[in-house]
């Protein structure tokens, strides 16, 4: 089983949408989860940081821990078409340890 | 302008033709790591510093050295490069309990 699970999409909205993307993960130690978008040809920007369970909102971002069914979700409200990305999930141990990436899910968002 | 400044962004070179992959951060981050993101495997971990003098393998070193003697710099060698080292690169800086910053990437054509 691997690690870190991201449906790869491509995913395809119109835009003003509500959009969902998940990981799920396979080892209950993680306790730090983030979510970074990736432009084509750039490099992976971090969008979210969050420690444990819980939500965690940032503008028109919200992410989502749910670690009894170690599931993670990033919701964006009023998708633009500015949006259109890879989004990578990604999970560590502790502050210091390497990330897990998932292997990102590409998100069109249709004006 | 806190960043990632990695050089260079694009190189093709011959199989067994030694090269270096340059990486410099100005944020004083201790933590810097290597990583390589190929269509269907996602971002995978080469190698990782935790600190100056100190670098540990991560998933796929094979083919890869790297070095830390200073804390800004983490330069990436491919003694011998060989086609299946054809890929994008990112190097990557965080601090202790946040997400990485990310550079620009290379894009390595080994033929």
């Known amino acids: 089983q691997k690690e870190v699970e991201q449906d790869p999409g491509p995913l395809s909205v119109p835009e003003g949408a509500i959009v969902s993307l998940n990981c799920t993960y396979s080892?209950?130690?993680?306790?730090?989860f983030m979510w970074y978008r990736q432009y084509s040809r750039k490099g992976p920007e971090l969008l979210m940081y969050t420690y444990s369970s819980g939500n965690k909102e940032d503008g028109r971002f919200t992410a989502q821990v749910d670690k009894s069914s170690k599931y993670i979700s990033l919701f964006i409200r009023d998708s633009q078409p500015s949006d259109s990305a890879t989004y990578l999930c990604a999970v560590t141990h502790s502050g210091n340890t390497p990330l897990v990436f998932g292997k990102g899910t590409r998100l069109s968002v249709i004006a | 302008e806190a960043q990632v400044t990695q050089n260079p962004r694009y190189l093709i070179t011959v199989t067994g033709k030694k090269l270096t992959v340059t990486c410099s951060q100005n944020?004083?981050?201790?933590?810097m790591s290597w990583y390589r993101q190929d269509p269907g495997l996602g971002l995978r971990q080469i190698y990782y510093?935790?600190?100056?003098?100190?670098?540990d393998k991560g998933d796929v070193p094979e083919g890869y050295k790297v070095s830390r003697k200073e804390k800004r710099n983490f330069p990436l060698i491919l003694e011998s490069p060989s086609p299946n080292q054809t890929s994008l690169y990112f190097c990557?800086?965080?601090?202790?309990?946040?997400?990485?910053?990310f550079g620009s990437g290379t894009r390595l054509t080994v033929v």
């Open positions: 080892n209950s130690a993680f306790q730090y």
């Open positions: 990557a800086s965080r601090k202790a309990n946040y997400g990485y910053t």
């Open positions: 510093s935790m600190n100056v003098e100190v670098t």
């Open positions: 944020m004083n981050h201790e933590y």
